[in-house]
């Protein structure tokens, strides 16, 4: 009879699951006590999958915790009228999270901060540009201030349209920012936001190959 496969992590226990994150076999516990505390694990891990279902342990007690930049007014004409720059700026997120080696929840929520107090700034009539402290957030901030510049750039020259203002990019920004504070799980490398902005961001079809007929 074959020796049983003791778990990668902890070398005690038996070994049940494939982990792709560490690419060995673990054992149930260190399974869910290192699932994205030590181990970056894949979004499409089928052990991940069924944790997210599962995720609502401490939801109900971010709900009651304050809410980010409280003082900024978001109603439901202002999402309904600001849905492209919404959906755009959604998009691009998940983009630049995705794009960026090593992002976490926490990244994203870091860069969305500065994101913000940059726009606080130029809402006050002072030019000043807040960067994140940390090289992998401040890696997302750079790819979604380069995104927003290039969409209201896009959005003149080809449709003529003026700039959003400041207020609107701002409200949008608050808006994804508090939409990850209530989805984050508080593990070290979780991507429960950046797993829910990937099921509900529509992402764009990739440009077709050269020489390939789309009929």
């Known amino acids: 009879m074959p020796a049983p496969v003791i778990c990668k992590i902890c070398g005690v226990r038996r070994a049940r699951r494939n982990c792709?994150?560490?690419q060995g076999m673990i054992c149930p516990i260190c399974c869910g006590t290192?699932?994205?505390v030590?181990?970056?694990?894949p979004l499409d891990c089928e052990y991940l999958r069924e944790a997210r279902l599962h995720e609502t342990k401490s939801r109900h007690d971010r709900e009651e915790q304050p809410m980010p930049h409280p003082d900024v007014p978001l109603t439901e004409d202002f999402l309904t009228q600001h849905n492209d720059l919404l959906m755009f700026c959604g998009v691009s997120l998940t983009q630049a999270a995705l794009n960026t080696p090593g992002?976490?929840?926490r990244d994203v929520v870091e860069a969305l901060e500065a994101l913000i107090r940059t726009q606080?700034?130029?809402e006050s009539g002072l030019?000043?540009?807040?960067?994140?402290?940390?090289?992998?957030?401040?890696?997302i901030q750079a790819r979604m201030e380069k995104a927003l510049e290039d969409y209201q750039r896009l959005r003149h020259e080809r449709e003529g349209l003026a700039g959003y203002r400041t207020a609107e990019i701002l409200g949008v920004?608050?808006?994804?920012?508090?939409?990850?504070?209530?989805?984050?799980?508080?593990?070290?490398?979780?991507?429960?936001?950046?797993?829910?902005l990937v099921e509900e961001m529509p992402m764009p079809e990739p440009p077709p190959e050269p020489g390939r007929i789309i009929l």
Request: glycine residues 10%; charged residues 25%; proline residues 2%.
């Open 20 to 22: 792709p994150g560490v």
């Open 34 to 36: 290192e699932r994205e």
């Open 38 to 41: 030590s181990i970056s694990c």
């Open 103 to 105: 992002a976490a929840d």
């Open 120 to 122: 606080r700034t130029l």
């Open 127 to 139: 030019v000043y540009q807040t960067r994140a402290g940390d090289q992998v957030a401040a890696a």
């Open 173 to 196: 920004l608050v808006f994804l920012l508090r939409l990850g504070s209530r989805v984050v799980n508080g593990r070290s490398r979780g991507r429960a936001f950046i797993d829910y």
